[in-house]
């Protein structure tokens, strides 16, 4: 039997999921490190960019929801272009005083995910098969982290050595190519002539619990995957100072999480993922209480580790988990689009209770209590993973 093929769309969606990586680096991570250099108080201006870019993400899954549903989800997705340029050319003109809008920045940057998401994943729910769910999240994940092998230096090192708005021009190109692209994705031919019915979804999802589990999966995700990035990029740089070794360590962990996500991805059996599951659960638990106990570059670097292999390990059973259930009965044809903005609004739950504690604890705590937060967002995470494995059989068999 021949292992199943990707076709060209999926191909090329899995370079769009490779270019938009890049772009998060840079809008994430490295911005997030140049907020804190530019901030009185980093965790609180952190919390704040996030909390605006999920709010404006979630706001934007339902505003785009009818649009996204009834006409070509192909030209929904090049829109999303348009925000993140005026995002990179409102870096440019602001320079150092980039920490003074992190609320209208964030918005920005939330818009834009909105735009880029609920197509793509519609398009890639659309567009799999349930052969090649696995090996496309697998390799989309690889071809992600890849992308952060050679991106994090170069990055670090325009940080240090000229001025952070220099990378935003070249971002502005990979935008440029991104729009070239797009014309070659075949349009999407799912479109309904039925507006969105949210109370529709609700009612189907009363009627499957299994839906209720993913949706409480998603968001333990939202809280633990979506805030533990933000953690790890605060550390680097609290710890190591400079943008320069935030981009080496980046760089070494984005090629371990790339290499593990391929392997999972094209050689991980169904019948395999409870042992996998210990196996990561039992890692994490470990390098958790050794960074929690003993806060040094050594330990950190060990639990950074266990992030880049074991949580993405746990993190892609649950991605294949979600784009499977949309393809099953439980989802009807006509609802696909809701459960899509139904599940980010779960992501959005997790997220804003996440950041919501970070900002608390960069108001009344610090770093003191910093690693002490990283016990629940590590068990979120776990949680997740657990309940993604228990639902696996049963979503196989829809």
Partial sequence: ??????????????????????????????????????????????????????????????????????????????????PKIILLVSIILLGNRVAEFVIPLGLLYGIGAAMYHLPMNAMIGEKNTAATTAKYVGFKNAMSYTAKIVAPI????????????????????IAIIELVMVCFLTPSHHRSTQPIDFGGFARCMMRFPIIRKIFAMEALRGFGIGLLGTVITIYTVYMFKTDLNLGIFTTIFAACSGLTSWLLGQYGKQKHYPRILNISVLAILITLMLFVWRTTPATFLLYNFIYATAIVVLDQLCGVNMFNLSKSRCVTRNHKIEYFV?????????????????????????????????????????????????ISPHIRGR
């Avoid at 779960?346 to 108001?363: D, E, K, S």
């Fill in 1 to 82: 039997m021949h292992a199943p093929r990707l076709t060209r769309d999926l191909k090329l969606m899995i370079t769009f999921s490779g270019l938009r990586n890049v772009a998060d680096l840079f809008l994430g991570t490295f911005l997030i490190s140049f907020i804190m250099q530019l901030s009185e108080n980093e965790l609180v201006a952190t919390s704040t960019y996030k909390l605006c870019e999920y709010a404006a993400t979630c706001a934007g899954f339902f505003l785009f929801a009818n649009w996204c549903k009834r006409y070509n989800k192909v030209a929904v997705f090049a829109l999303n272009l348009i």
């Fill in 342 to 390: 139904f599940r980010d609004f779960a992501l959005f739950i997790g997220r804003w209770v996440g950041f919501t504690g970070l900002m608390y604890i960069g108001v009344f705590g610090g770093y003191d209590w910093l690693r002490w937060y990283l016990i629940p967002i590590t068990a979120s995470i776990l949680a997740a993973g657990i309940i993604a494995i228990r």
């Fill in 154 to 173: 170069v990055l670090g090192f325009f940080i240090n050595t000229a001025s952070y708005t220099e990378m935003a021009y070249a971002l502005l190109g």
